[in-house]
Every structure is written in structure tokens, then in C-alpha cells.
């Protein structure tokens, strides 16, 4: 018998087949005799340098599924694409259009590994039709990687709210891949609460069952040296929530994980999502441990983005509007002193504070953060003189605040109120802290679900409209927000200083969270614990990207001056970061460079390794005089150092003795 069915209007990138046909029931289209289809849809999305592809298949029932490939090794096997929505069955589609076309460009980072970006993909838009919505299922290919999105729509053009029940997208992990995830562990017993704070395990695609796996998660294809990070971007300011990785309970064992909705938040309502709906970017970078270490894709993805602006900036004055060029932004590292004198000294302590002020001034730092308990009986008055008192040595002062219970549980009113008193003081930013919501009564939302995710949001604005900068703590793991809003200038999500922390944390950290954006890992000078050595804390000083580094030690550290150059010249904005050696749960060997001068760090996990560092990415026929920081032979809370000259011809050996690491500072010879 002859079945009805939509026309399909198809377009081919690069490779792109459609051999006798496939169309399946849809609403929005003419009807056509097809009853002889029998074959399926394909289409090939390839880099600009040809070596990765990523291919969409449509079967002959109209399922929808991808692969990635990098050269001949298979990234990404066979994997579910689509939606599920409550309001049309979109199992039943008609390929409505293919759109194909080339997006490049470049941008220049407020903060971030380079301080210009060039981007460049093909890119893929396959139109999708059900009865009443359809869906551009949008497909990039990079150089480093891939990602994709789904931007759904109501046939008519109109707005509402769907149900959404299901993301069907699946990262079928190719068997045998070494993994390096971040299971997720609610942080105690009394609530869902997540703030990416664990450590990154090594596992196997068969060894997920019943497992939420957070982003990023890092893995290795067996026999290769190809990797691939899998993470998410765009998701601040998408009305959608965050999604971690899990088996589906039908292919347990199999490491095909899916996309599914977060384990951690109050979830009231997630369900509902407002259209017309662009999805987060799926995101993978791909290829060897250099690409993806040096990639921004997470952030690329964003294209030539027009920073946020209000609703109301066309009526604003000349002057008003030059807040949104965002060149009152200014990275810088920051001094804070509650690590270390949480159990010495309160926050309401103003001659600890002045200390650290001139710190600051001295070592040419832009920032001195007041932390938790600042206002705790608050004088107001000697608050302000303190802020006036710094402003005019040139150092700004950021202050910690609580993301609910300073602003009335979520309240945006509450929120530009208490903005508006703490900027009448001369307050520069914001740390804001616990949107994980373990340290709230009744929380209105926490974690990354849609309510969450939409006060990050609110927060980002009403800091921008009064020139406020943020840094986010006990938060989820950045999506490339601060391409939108550059004002949010760091970000926590790590194990770092505050907890008890390992070498064999902090290396995997820098293989996989430091990809993904900015990180406060509050570094001290001598380490809180035989966890870590001076020479291993001193790269990480280096190697972790962020805004406002936050300093965290004693104040009188800084003035040794075996270290005191070393530390005026850790960067916040970097020119250029490489990637230079090492392997997961081993070691780190990177690179940074701001203006002329270049640091080299490394970071050792918790047995001996021995690192090469060729200088060939200096400057040709620059000769660069060069402060070498080493561990100490027997005390892990000093460190040796030594100069030399250094070129591009040269070549370093270090010996990095268990939890070590260390510094090589480079400035050019004048």
C-alpha cells in the first residue's frame, strides 16, 4: 500500500547523499509518492583542514544519529540526535531544508589564553519539520573539534512554553577509551548540591553504569593519541538547564552516555521551556593533547557575539552607553587573605586588610577581596574610608556576598538595591558565592537548573550596568559566558586551596578544567599541606587561566625576595598560552606569555617524572635572561632558584620529584 508522505528539500556539504529518498510524516510541507524509499540521509560536516568529519545519518525511520571522526580514527561512535517535546511528535519529520556556509572570524579577549581569537568551521543547518514545530539541528566541524545545537521553533512563528521530556543526544565513547570524569557526588546529605568540586577519576566506558558524569569530561581513544573533551557552552541565558552525562538505563555498560538534566537543584518547573529555544551548545574538542589544550572552543563557538546590552540602549546618553564597550574592565590578580587568616584574624580586621592593600600596591596588584563575615556588623562609615583609602593607592576592592541570602533569595530588586549601596562605596566587583545552595534555608533554586541559571544571568547584568565585576564561587563549570558578558571575569568550579587538594588533583585539573575557562584556585607560596610543594604551587600560579588570581598567602611571603619579582609578574591577561608536554594523572608543562616576558611551569602529579622543555617558541634572535624556580632537596616548603640566558635553540631538562614542579621566568635581554 502507497503511503503519503512530506516532500524533502535537501542540500549536501562537502559529502552529503541522498540515494532514492527518505521523507517521514510531517506537518508543514506538500505531499509526495515515495513509497520506494528504502535508503537513508547523510551528511558530512568537515573542518576547514579537512581532518575531522562529523556526519548526520537520517535511517529509513527516521532517527536521527552522528558520527565524528579525526582523520581515520572514529571519536565519537554511533549516537542519537534530537528532541522529545510534550507538544508535537518530532520522531515524525521532514527534512525541510540544508543550509550550508563557512563562519569565520576573530575577536579580542578582555581576559582569557590569547588576546586575540581566530575562528574558523563549516557548518551544517539541517531544518527539521514535525506537525506544528520544526528544528534547525545546527552542526559545526573546527580544526580542534566539533559542536552542535538544536534551535527549535513553532511552525507559525509564534511564542509559548513547551514540555520538554527528553534531549536524546548520546557521546557513544569508543570502547576502550581511557576516561577521565567528574562523577557527580551531592556534597552532603541534606540536598542535591554540586559546585564541580571533586576530583577527576580515571575510568572506563564500562565502568559508568548508574553514573552522572559532569563537563568536562576528557577521554583518550585506545591505541591513539587522540583526545577529545566533551562540554557544553551557551547555556547562561539559554532558559535551559545544566546537563550532565549518564547510560541510558537500556545501554548500561555500553559508555554511550546521553544528555540528561542535572542531578543537583531545587528543579521546580525545568521541564518547561520557552520557545523559540536555542539549545547550549554540545561541544568536543578534538585531537592531540596540544589542540586540546590549547583550544578555545568553548568560547569560539560564541562567534564575533555583540557583548550584552539593555533593553533601553538606544535611548541612553552618549556617555551611558560607553559602560558597554566593557573597557572598564580590568583583569588583574587580586589579594585575599581569608584562606590563611580564617582562624587568625576576622574579615571586619581593617589593618590586616590595609596590609594587604599595600601588598597589593607594591607588587603592582590591582585588587585586594574581602571575604565572607566583611560585613558582619559593619561600621559603615570606617568600611568606606577603607575603600577610599585603597582606591587612592590604585588598588580596587572586591567584596564576597552570599547569591541568596544577601538578595533576598533570588530577589532582582534586592539585588540592584544592594549593588547600588556597595558601588556608592567604591566597591569594584563581586565574589559571589554558594549558587550550589548548601549554605541556604529553603532556596528558592541552586545548582544548574533553569531558575539557577537564569539568576547567574540577572547577576552578570546588574553588575554590568553598574561597572561591577563578578567572580563566581561554589558555581558550575564556565560555558563561555564572560564572550557576553566580560565583566564575569572568573570562576570557581575546581578543587582547589579551600579544600584539601593532591598533586594528582591539580594536574588533571589542568588537563581538563582549565580548558574550559577561568578558575580560582587561590594559590598560596607555601603549601597548606605535604599534598603539594612551593615549586608546584608556583605553577599553578602560572598554568591556571583567571581573571583575578587570587593570591592567597601571608602578606609578608610576597617580600622574600627570592620570589618577590616571580610574583609581580604572574599574569592575568595572557598574549599567548601553549601547551608544552606532559600526560594525564602524570604531569603539566605549559607556557604563558604577556608581552615580551614568557613563564614556563610545570606541575608534577604524585610520582617522579622528568620533563623536556624546548625553547624553540621564543623569539629567533632574542637571547632571554631566565629565573629558574626548583624544589628544594629536602623541604617541600622552599624552593631553589637559579638564572641563566635562554634561547630559542635551547633545550631544558627538569626533574620533578613527587607533588613538585616548577618556574622558568623569561624576559628578553635589552
Sequence with gaps: MKRKILNILLGTMFVGSLAGGIALLGGCAGEVDTSTFENTANWVTSSPDGKI?????????????????????????????????????????????????????????????????????????????G?????????????????????????????????????????????????????????????????????????????????????????????????????????????????????????????????????????????????????????GIVGDLKTVQESELVEKVFDDVQPWRPDDYDTLSAEEKKTYDYEWVEPGVAAWNWLIYLNISGQGDYAMHRRYVNLAQEMGWKYVLVDGGWNDGLQVNQFKQ?????????VKILVWCHSFNDFALGNVVSLGQRLDLWKSWGVSGIKIDFFDGQSTDYPKFYGEDTGTIDWYEKIYQECAKREMLVNCHGANKPTGERRIYPNVINREAIKGNELSVSAADTVNELFIRRVVGPSDFTPVVHPLSTGLTMAHQMALAVLFESGTPSMADFEYVYEDTLIKEFYKHVPSLCDETLFLGGEPDRYYVGAVRSGDEWLVAGANSIVPNSAKVSFSFLEEGVTYNAEIFTNHETDYKKVERRTAKITKDDIEFFDMIKNGGFVVRLTPVK
Design 386 to 394: 577603607f575603600v577610599k583609602e585603597a582606591n587612592d593607592k590604585g
Design 131 to 283: 506537525w506544528t514545530f520544526e528544528y534547525d539541528l545546527i552542526v559545526r566541524s573546527y580544526d580542534d573539534g566539533y559542536a552542535f545545537r538544536y534551535n527549535v521553533r513553532k511552525c507559525d512563528g509564534t511564542s509559548g512554553t513547551m514540555i520538554w521530556n527528553e534531549e536524546k543526544t548520546e557521546f557513544a565513547i569508543p570502547e576502550g577509551s581511557t576516561i577521565w570524569a567528574q562523577p557527580y557526588a551531592a556534597i552532603n546529605s541534606n540536598g542535591n548540591f554540586f559546585a564541580y568540586e571533586n576530583e577527576f577519576q580515571n575510568l572506563r566506558p564500562n565502568e559508568l553504569t548508574d553514573t552522572y558524569l559532569s563537563m568536562p569530561m576528557l577521554y583518550k581513544v585506545k591505541g591513539t593519541q587522540v583526545y577529545s573533551l566533551i562540554t557544553e557552552s551557551d547555556l547562561i541565558g539559554s532558559g535551559f538547564y545544566g546537563t550532565f552525562l549518564k547510560e541510558h538505563e537500556d545501554k548500561e555498560g555500553t559508555g554511550i552516555l546521553q544528555t540528561v538534566p542535572t542531578p543537583a537543584g531545587y528543579m521546580t518547573d525545568d521541564n518547561k521551556i520557552g520557545y523559540p529555544f536555542e539549545s547550549p551548545w554540545r561541544v
Design 53 to 129: 568529519k562529523t556526519e548526520v545519518v537520517m535511517d529509513y525511520a527516521g532517527d536521527l544519529s552522528y558520527t565524528v571522526k579525526r582523520n581515520n580514527v572514529t571519536v565519537i561512535e554511533k549516537s542519537a540526535l534530537g528532541i522529545d517535546i510534550a507538544e508535537d511528535d518530532l520522531r515524525l519529520l521532514s527534512v525541510e531544508n540544508v543550509k550550508t556556509e563557512n563562519v569565520k572570524g576573530s575577536y579580542n579577549n578582555v581576559s582569557g589564553k590569547h588576546s586575540k581569537v581566530d575562528y574558523n568551521c563549516n557548518q551544517t543547518t539541517i531544518t527539521l519539520k
